[in-house]
């Protein structure tokens, strides 16, 4: 395990509170009750701890001997996103590959490339493809096994934009004009998903799959995951479990008819109680009542920030009479605390990266904070399970807002480096399909 690994473990080792939280899913992870509800949705503002329960949650449905995966919102882009990751995940969990959705895959992306072929064209008053189309293009061709009818891999590289515009007027002309999803018809991958769960149920007294960020996957999956689970074609196990975390209530279009079902159990998070608060500070060798009666007032009792003044072990009620932004009075502690200089400069030029990975960190940081990839990703604020992290919004809103203030030349430099450096990632991919597709074709 890396450091960072290693720092995660053992912040989450030390979680403290939501007990009446982590008792709920227990109790229902020890039933066999084909009535109990299935489907569990942790909600409330961001810095509440949603995704460090959900975590938790996992954890203890692995100690059942659950099969678990996780998808978090920021990797999503769609329906055969979050069905790839799931399948990745649960194969290697398993060892075990899942043909028959393999073979869906392989279907499925050379549908789509013939799709955007045969409506690529000119678009009437010049208009720019939408996101989700690029988004599509971009997976399509990057992964597909085929080529485009008349044209080649490289070729269509150099026309995606066209190509997501054809897809915007396919998905314009069918019963895609409500709700547009970058996916096209996914029914193919759905059933062969299923399909696969359907066997790995037998094997496995359970199946837990956990949605995180769903204010950010939930316009794509809304409309999918609650006819997914009601599909009476291809049924859908009853062992399987399914937990989502977001700051929005669900629809309640979508998901009516599971909670009239009493299949959905709302698990609303609230601020952390003072005797959270006061737990939480005491691993951190914190207990004079009148620095935890300060903490629990400056943080308001968000859990994102106890943890973070936690951390800076204030040792007085003077240390914490702060005035300002409440968000940027802890952040300005938070970095105060960090007395390494490198360490403290790598979290706030990193925060500009919507979505972090090493290639993009090794950019943004300096040449002596080059060596901090796995301390920052074992921050607290810092969250993601595959190769991108992200910084909770909360805290990179106060750190972008930090940098702008304090110099603007500085803030104009990293932001070339950041473009700069996804430029290269996307060369880099664009040389890599056409060295496969010269290989395929023989040289």
Known sequence: MSRGQ????????????????????????????????????????GGVGKSTLLRQWREAARATGALTALVEGNDVHGVPDVLTELARQLSAATDSPLRKFEEA??????????????????????GGASLPSRFAVQAVVGGAGVLIP?????????????????????????????????QGDVTGLSEAFVAE??????DWPRIVLFFDT????????????????ENEQVPFPANVILVLAGRDELSP????????????????LEVFTREETQALLARHGVSDPEVVDAVERVSGGLPLLVDLLAQTTPESVASMENRGDL???????????????????????????QELNEDIFTALASPEGQQLWGWLCGQSFVSGHGDYKQYHAVVRASMLHRMRTSSPQRWRELHGRLAEAQGVQLTAVEEELTTEWIARRGG
């Open 214 to 229: 769903w204010e950010r996957s939930g316009p794509y999956l809304d409309g999918w995951l609650p006819r997914l689970v």
């Open 197 to 202: 769960l359907d066997r790995m149920s037998e």
């Open 253 to 268: 279009r979508e998901w009516e008819p599971l909670r009239e079902a009493d299949a959905v159990c709302d698990v609303p």
């Open 105 to 126: 895959v392989k279907a499925y992306r050379s549908r789509q490339v013939t799709v955007a072929a045969n409506g690529a064209g000119p678009e009437a008053g010049g």
């Open 327 to 353: 968000v940027d009075v802890v952040v300005d502690r938070f970095l105060q605390w960090i007395e390494d200089p490198h360490q403290r400069e790598t979290v706030l030029v990193c925060s500009l990266a």
């Open 6 to 45: 290693l720092l995660r473990r053992r912040r989450e080792q030390g979680f403290v509170g939501r007990e009446s939280q982590r008792s709920l899913f227990a109790q229902n992870l020890s039933r066999n009750d084909p009535e109990a509800p299935f489907v569990f949705y942790l909600h409330d503002l």
């Open 150 to 182: 008349g044209g080649s891999v490289v070729g269509a590289m150099a026309n995606q934009e066209a190509l997501a515009r054809g897809l915007d007027r396919a998905w314009d002309a069918t019963a895609g004009r409500g709700r547009r999803e970058p």
